[in-house]
């Protein structure tokens, strides 16, 4: 927009400082545009595109153009001031010194976001995609396959941006290569799929470190797509980050309810679905799937637990996150026991019905301890490495009871294997295999297993990822 050389003033009707200086503008014969009234003045700025272009913050703003170009700029009324801009002395001499002015409409809170996508030359690389008038968004979205059979929000370009500013990183940064059609995604691509989620800015940063662990190749996000198994990717949040985003560690924490937890998982689904591929009925194959492949995140309860956070004790210390392979939610109960031996006896016998009670080495699980039970816990001194010893040695088991057709049940260890390992015995978990976390409610005595999938080089391992800014 080419401003005219001389003066430019910019003012709002519903500013009492601007309709105090009206006189003084018309005086100067300045070229005056206005925010909120056409009719008040010669310049009509009701869309804002000049003052979005000038960067107009207060009106009035009062500048000199000369070559096009703006060389001088007051904000606000001030005589003294007024008169050095303009080279005209006893400006409104009725008026006080000096008079402060009101916000620009082109930096409210409910309009940056849109004048930004209009004007701001954005840089958005994102194919756009124009809906046609009698079109629903949201049955647009769906038919178009954007969705998880759940309604999502549109991704609009003000949305997009919005979500932006959750994150210093450059929207064209590539984040990660997202299996199974191996696509680069950027910091963009994930903004626009996080709005899709419902995520809030500040949860941007959450979902970019989410997806950097969810990629890395030791997690097999390709082979966990294609497996007929039920496991998908579960998101553990550590450090100052979960409560600042608002994230839920306690009451209900694996369940539904709470904005951050829901979100920032959906966000990765959807990446993975909309990014890299990954669509149920396609290379998705899972036989019956879970329904954490909506979404599966949560936050785990530091300030009482037993244990250090789970991302420290895996070398992240801080805002991290951990992603680990998951199948589901198995209810653990035990509501006598008040000493850690007992516990972790109940612990490892639902630990072994993991999968198939007859197979060792082969999937992997996360035990989720209770507030209630992280107390025996803690009261007796045991921390995480403690439990973990523990249940080892109670889930190494005898060679002759996992082979097949022990028990009545064809499923287990092959004969030449068992053969092979005479009487010795297997651990249920290969090392690293079970991860232990704390979470949930003040009350209740149940804690959880999550199961895992395959364990390993031939499947999954979890990876933890700092969360950056």
């Known amino acids: 927009m080419q401003l005219p050389d001389g003066l430019v003033a910019v003012v709002k009707r519903d500013c009492p400082t601007c309709v105090l200086v009206e006189p003084v503008l018309r005086g100067l014969g300045a070229a005056v545009w206005c925010q909120d009234d056409a009719s008040w003045f010669d310049g009509d700025d009701t869309d804002l595109e000049l003052s979005y272009r000038l960067d107009v ?31 005209v002395p006893g400006l409104g001499p009725g008026l006080p010194e000096h008079r402060p002015g009101c916000g620009s409409l082109s930096v409210d809170p409910f309009r940056i976001d849109a004048l930004e996508a209009r004007y701001g030359g954005t840089g958005l690389r994102s194919r756009r995609v124009e809906l046609a008038a009698l079109e629903d968004e949201h049955e647009a979205l769906f038919d178009r396959g954007w969705t998880d059979g759940l309604p999502v929000v549109p991704p609009t370009p003000e949305r997009v941006l919005r979500m932006l500013r959750g994150t210093v990183r450059d929207p064209g940064e590539v984040v990660a290569v997202v299996p199974p059609d191996l696509v680069e995604c950027t910091v963009e691509k994930v903004a626009v799929n996080a709005v899709m989620a419902g995520c809030l800015p500040e949860h941007l940063p959450v979902v970019l470190a989410a997806l950097e662990a969810a990629c890395a190749e030791e997690f097999a996000l ?71 492949k909506y979404t599966f995140c949560f936050a785990e309860r530091e300030h009482d637990s037993p244990f250090l956070p789970l991302a420290a004790e895996r070398g992240v210390p801080g805002d991290a996150v951990t992603v680990v392979a998951g199948s589901g939610v198995q209810p653990v109960v035990d509501q006598l026991s008040r000493d850690p031996g007992s516990l972790a006896r109940t612990f490892a016998a639902c630990l072994r019905v993991n999968a198939h009670p007859k197979l060792p080495l082969a999937f992997d699980a996360v035990l989720v301890v209770s507030p209630e039970h992280g107390r025996v816990f803690r009261e007796a001194g045991w921390d995480r490495a403690r439990l973990l010893a523990e249940l080892e040695e109670l889930l190494t088991l005898p060679g002759a009871e ?57 499947g999954s391992v979890p990876v933890t990822r700092e969360v950056g800014a």
Do not use: C
């Open 222 to 292: 390709h082979g966990l797509l294609a497996t007929t198994y039920f496991a998908g990717p579960v998101v553990v949040v550590n450090g100052r980050v979960a409560a600042r985003i608002g994230m839920n560690s306690g009451v209900n924490a694996l369940g539904q309810g709470n904005r951050a937890n829901a979100t920032i998982g959906r966000a990765l689904q959807l990446v993975v679905r909309n990014v890299g591929g990954g669509r149920p009925g396609e290379v998705d194959r899972a036989t019956l799937g879970n329904p954490g």
């Open 402 to 458: 996992l082979v097949r057709g022990a028990g009545g049940m064809a499923e287990g260890v092959p004969e030449d294997v068992a053969a092979a390992l005479g009487s010795r015995s297997l651990p249920k978990f290969r090392p690293g295999g079970l991860l232990v976390v704390h979470a949930g409610g003040d009350a209740g005595l149940f804690s959880a297993v999550l199961g895992g999938w395959v364990a390993g080089e031939t």
């Open 57 to 87: 913050e207060t009106v009035p703003t009062l500048l000199r153009i000369e070559g096009g170009r703006e060389t001088a700029r007051v904000v606000g009324w001030s005589r003294e001031q007024w008169e050095a801009l303009t080279g």
